[in-house]
């Protein structure tokens, strides 16, 4: 497959607290491995993977955020052109999980209006340690009209789903745009509240 | 013999069957002619017999001889079977002599080898006593360098061979001299360390490194490195202490003032540097390959220590933090006016900032190249992979990089407001000299966001980089374009001026004359020529905008290709292209809005102008006889007019408007003229001479507007010169000559449905002829 050998490109930016596993998942999902000592993210790490949703291939640029403040500036850059974003805690623990309120005023601020945005609870291979419920993480994504998924970089669980269903609700937008500004009407739509379909079977 | 009983075998066989015939055959016979064919047969098979008869007779004799040589061979073998025997006793014999044998040769290689080590170990116990003496005298006479060498060779003897040697008879004097051994090892071990240290405390580089070259002879590789890595700290602290004072006293050169904290951390990362280089030879040569590493660990700490120190001060001293406030804040846009900065005011601190950032960098950088040489000098591939990541992991997390992290972490939204405030000013000040094409904030604003990219650049952190190359992309796409956007929202202005130009020409000298008058409101005019100035420029603002996001990428990549020659990571050379892409996006979104903005100059100022003046040609009849035409001949009723309007109405934006942008105006001009003919010419009436007039003035117009743009028009106009061609026709049938097999190279654009309407024009031409048409 050549470079620009795609139908959709999509930018994809992975953020939440230091440790949570980011870069576990983005590795799990391009290189179907669970780096051991794993060090945590300097700046910003960048990967692509190309993926066939119904036929048609789809470019994801993941960018994979440092979760250290340090490196907030730095992240923060990469909000505006972002297409999808991934919040991610850690449900062992209670304070990634508090942050995350914190972390949706910054995609307030930097994001673009129509970003498409999941929470994703990892980890959950460590079920004996959890500490934040299902629900109440699924309630504090409805209350934010976010989809919520629950993930293990380890045993790779839903790591597939996760970035796959991102891939299927971008093409739909994509397309929904399309059909928006062929209305001869090129001012920017509203920010939309996000109906997400498993349209995808994974393969 | 063989043949024989092959014969015999034959021989058996015809006695069984006697004959081919039986005699059973031969009484059943009565024809004579039988009798007589088997008679023959009976007869040759009679004298085959004798042959062979013969043969066995002959070979009577031969097997006699043979018999008798038989025979007198018996008692020979009898005398084999003796000597047989007698051959197996001999070897069995020989065969245990050749064992006995070798068994004693390996007994007495035995015994050599021990002989051989006997011979070492009195070696050994010789040089062990050599030792004893030798450390005895070397400690007296304060030859540490001797003593040591002694108490190496001590340390490389094998172990168990002086554990056996104290079990022999010898046994008291050895364990007496080990003991004196051990004794003179600690001593010197003490001593040695107390030199240094003495050394150390005395600054006596000399000494220092004399005592640092014995410790790996005692073993003590981690000690002599820890001590004389604390030696070269301490004059390392006590320098950089001079250092920082001298920054932060008040007497600093004026011109080293705005960069003096980036110039003591460079010396500090200088001196540093120069102890490795000078070091690295010495623990290489006495302390072994694989050591700097554990030398730099100590050295790091001093260096975390020392940097930390001149960060701090920096911070205190230009007020890092509260101007990061304050910056944060505004950029909030919080609803309370808040205290602002003068980007100015951030120029230096930002450039000082950045040149730290390279600068340790470049100290990192240094130090990585330096340990990996001496790692490959030193380990087998299995352990470097290892050394690797721990060298990386010093590198990364040391306290200097994380605070360089934590500056630049507040650096890019500095940065990032001196952009966006610069630019906003650029565009607050925006000036349009007369007779420029662009104003003064289209080059104003690149010169701005080169100017931070290229500061971004100059930390060599890539992250940072990339990070501002976002920022900029970001305030081009938003503010910058939105800019231009909104200014070419306001539309271009149509005027009253227009209105008259439209007019007779007394209508201009009216206007003058009322001008003069102080009838007209001059200042609403000359403001609409302002708006209609201000709209042209911001269309070339946006060109030359959208090249100059094309020239900045491509110097962004030659800079990043020579900064980072040896080779970034591929991951970050794919980070910095796909920011880099983004912002070369950019460009394209300016064209878009210089492509719409002309669209719009197009149909509201063009438009409303040449439409009338196309829908002239109406008044004009081309339902005409001779004597017409002959006088539109001489005296042009239509296209010579519409001409000059058309050059009129351009003229002011070919001056106005950049040779591209105005190249494409003429080309939305033009397709604007071939639809508005288009449709006026199906609203006439032709004759035939009216059909030539029109041919005429379409090459006439063709003829003009071919020289006033570099796109071709022919194309636009073969719907028109076709029709041109139709109202030219002699007879209706005549349209058959070019249509179908017959068109040639011509592809028609008209329907069959648009010819005939357009034959239909033919005031001429009977309309049954045109139905009755095939085509
Ligand atoms: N048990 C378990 N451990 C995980 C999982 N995902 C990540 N980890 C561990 O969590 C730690 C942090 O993982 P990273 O992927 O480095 O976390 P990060 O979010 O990238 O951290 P930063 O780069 O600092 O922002 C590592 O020790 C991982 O081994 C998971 O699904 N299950
Ligand atoms: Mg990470």
């Known amino acids: ?203 | 013999m063989a043949d024989s009983g092959g014969l015999m075998s034959v021989k058996r066989c015809d006695s069984l069957n006697s004959s081919s015939v039986s005699m059973e055959t031969i009484t059943a016979l009565t024809e004579l002619e039988d009798l007589e064919r088997v008679y023959q047969q009976l007869c040759s098979e009679e004298k085959d017999v004798e042959v062979a008869l013969d043969k066995l007779v002959d070979q009577q004799g031969l097997i006699n001889t043979k018999m008798m040589t038989l025979q007198r061979m018996g008692p020979n073998l009898q005398l084999i079977e003796g000597d047989a025997s007698q051959l197996s006793g001999m070897i069995t014999f020989t065969c245990n002599l050749a064992e006995n044998v070798s068994r004693k040769v390996r007994q007495l290689d035995l015994a050599k080898t021990r002989l051989y080590k006997v011979i070492q170990r009195a070696d050994d116990i010789l040089d062990l006593k050599f030792c004893v003496d030798g450390v005895q005298t070397s400690l007296r006479d304060e030859d540490y360098e001797q003593a040591a060498a002694h108490i190496h060779r001590y340390l490389s003897l094998d172990q168990s061979v002086i554990e056996l040697s104290r079990q022999g008879e010898e046994g008291g004097s050895v364990d007496a001299s080990l003991l004196m051994l051990q004794e003179a090892e600690q001593k010197l071990k003490v001593v040695v360390a107390e030199r240094l240290d003495a050394a150390v405390a005395a600054v006596d580089l000399v000494q220092v490194e004399r005592f640092f070259k014995i410790f790996p002879l005692l073993g003590l590789h981690e000690q002599g490195l820890a001590r004389f890595g604390q030696y070269l700290c301490s004059q390392l602290a006590s320098k950089a202490g001079e250092n920082l004072l001298l920054a932060t006293g008040g007497d600093v050169n004026e011109k080293r003032a705005p960069l003096v904290f980036a110039e003591t951390l460079t010396l500090l990362l200088e001196g540093i540097a120069r102890v490795v280089e000078t070091q690295q030879p010495i623990v290489e040569t006495y302390y072994g390959p694989g050591h700097l590493y554990t030398l730099i660990i100590h050295l790091q700490q001093e260096c975390d220590r020392q940097a930390q120190k001149i960060v701090d001060k920096f911070i205190q001293q230009r007020d890092y933090h509260s101007k990061f406030q304050v910056v944060q804040n505004s950029m909030m846009k919080s609803p309370v006016p808040t205290e602002r900065i003068e980007p100015r005011e951030l120029d230096p601190v930002l450039m000082e900032v950045t040149l730290m950032n390279a600068r340790a960098e470049l100290y990192l950088r240094f130090l990585r190249r330096r340990m990996m040489a001496d790692l490959e000098v030193g380990d087998a591939q299995s352990t470097t992979q290892e050394h690797q990541q721990n060298v990386e992991k010093l590198l990364k997390h040391c306290l200097l990089s994380t605070t360089m992290q934590e500056l630049i972490g507040y650096y890019i939204p500095m940065e990032e407001y001196y952009m966006r405030e610069s630019v906003n000013k650029a565009v607050a000040m925006d000036s349009h000299e007369k007779g420029q094409l662009t104003s003064s904030m289209a080059d104003d604003c690149f010169y701005i966001v080169k100017k931070c990219i290229s500061r971004a650049l100059s930390s060599a952190n890539i992250d940072c980089l990339c990070a501002m190359i976002n920022h900029s992309t970001s305030a081009l796409e938003s503010d910058f374009r939105e800019v231009l956007y909104n200014k070419l929202r306001q539309g271009y202005p149509a005027t009253t001026l227009q209105d008259f130009q439209r007019g007779v020409s007394s209508a201009v000298s009216l206007m003058q004359s009322s001008l003069q008058q102080g009838k007209f409101n001059a200042l609403g005019i000359e403001s609409t020529e302002d708006a209609k100035a201000a709209f042209l420029v911001t269309l070339n603002n946006a060109e030359v905008c959208s090249e100059n996001i094309t020239t900045l990428k491509r110097n962004l990549e030659n800079d990043c290709s020579k900064l980072f020659t040896q080779g970034p990571a591929s991951g970050d050379r794919a980070k910095i292209d796909s920011c880099l892409s983004d912002l070369v996006n950019t460009s394209s979104k300016f064209k878009d809005l210089l492509q719409e903005g002309l669209t719009e100059l197009n149909s509201t100022a063009i438009k409303p102008q040449v439409k009338p003046w196309i829908t002239a040609f109406l008044s004009v009849s081309h339902n005409i006889e001779e004597e017409e035409f002959n006088e539109y001949e001489a005296n042009d009723p239509w296209v010579q007019q519409l001409i000059v309007n058309l050059e009129q109405v351009m003229v002011e934006f070919k001056t106005g408007l950049t040779s591209a942008s105005y190249d494409t105006l003429t080309s939305l001009m033009t397709s604007l003229v071939a639809i508005e003919m288009e449709k006026t010419v199906l609203k006439c009436t032709f004759s035939r001479l009216g059909g030539l007039q029109f041919d005429k003035e379409l090459r006439s117009l063709v003829a003009y507007l071919t020289t006033v743009t570099t796109w071709t028009i022919r194309d636009k106009f073969a719907r028109l010169t076709q029709m041109a061609t139709v109202l030219n026709l002699e007879r209706v049938t005549e349209i058959l000559d070019y249509w179908g097999p017959n068109s040639g190279p011509l592809t028609w654009r008209l329907t069959p449905a648009e010819v005939r309407q357009v034959l239909a024009l033919r005031s001429d031409f009977r309309s049954e002829d045109i139905k009755r048409l095939r085509l």
């Open chain 1, 1 to 203: 497959m050549s470079m620009e050998d795609y139908d959709y490109l999509f930018k994809i930016v992975l953020i939440g607290n230091a440790g949570v596993g980011k870069t576990c998942l983005v590795r799990r999902f391009t290189q179907g491995l669970f780096p051991p000592g794993q060090g945590a993210t300097i700046g910003v790490d960048f990967m692509i993977k190309t993926v066939e949703i119904k036929g048609q291939k789809v470019k994801l640029q993941i960018w994979d955020t440092a979760g250290q403040e340090r490196f907030r500036s730095i992240t923060q850059s990469y909000y505006r052109s972002a297409n999808a974003l991934i919040l991610t805690y850690d449900i062992t623990c209670e304070d990634s999980f508090r942050c995350l309120p914190e972390w949706l005023k910054e995609i307030e601020q930097y994001a673009n209006s129509q970003v498409v945005t999941i929470l994703v609870g990892n980890k959950i291979d460590l079920a004996e340690k959890r500490a934040v419920h299902r629900h109440r993480a699924q309630d504090f994504a409805e209350s934010q009209s976010m989809v919520y998924l629950e993930t293990s970089a380890k045993e790779s669980d839903n790591v597939e789903k996760l970035f796959l269903d991102l891939a299927c609700e971008l093409i739909r937008e994509a397309k929904q745009n399309k059909l928006d500004n062929s209305d001869a009407a090129p001012m920017l739509g509203e920010g939309k509240s996000i109906s997400y379909l498993s349209c995808c079977s994974i393969n």
